[in-house]
Nanobody
């Protein structure tokens, strides 16, 4: 199973930026089978919601709420995906998780983002 480790969260003010990182590790065969990456956000009492997705060819899709402010990038050599978050808003706060596609059953611990108004 592929495991993810997220990092980069923190406390920022409205309008600031953060860059989240997601590193995947696991069996080589599993990593070679990765067809995409997703970032999700979870807030208290709510389910995880997908905010960004990148397929194996690098094409991306963003939730309307973050489009034009968030950007995905990846380093294939290190199996790392980044989520650049600009112009942060209080509603962007939450715990951010990443996962591969098809999803691994082993979710990481996530990284928490706080945005003060």
């Amino acid at each position: 199973q592929v495991r993810m480790v997220e990092s980069g969260g923190g406390l920022v003010q409205t309008g600031d930026s953060l860059r989240l990182s997601c590193s995947a590790s696991g069996p080589r065969e599993s990593l070679l089978g990765v067809q995409g990456w997703s970032w999700y956000r979870q807030t208290p009492g709510a389910q995880r919601e997908q905010v960004a997705f990148m397929n194996s060819r690098g094409a991306t899709h963003y939730d309307d709420a973050v489009k034009d402010r968030f950007a995905l990038s990846r380093d294939q050599a290190t199996n790392t995906v980044y989520l650049q978050m600009d112009k942060l808003k209080p509603e962007d706060a939450g715990i951010y998780y990443c996962n591969i596609w098809p999803p691994s059953a082993l979710w990481g611990r996530g990284t928490q983002v706080f945005v003060s108004s």
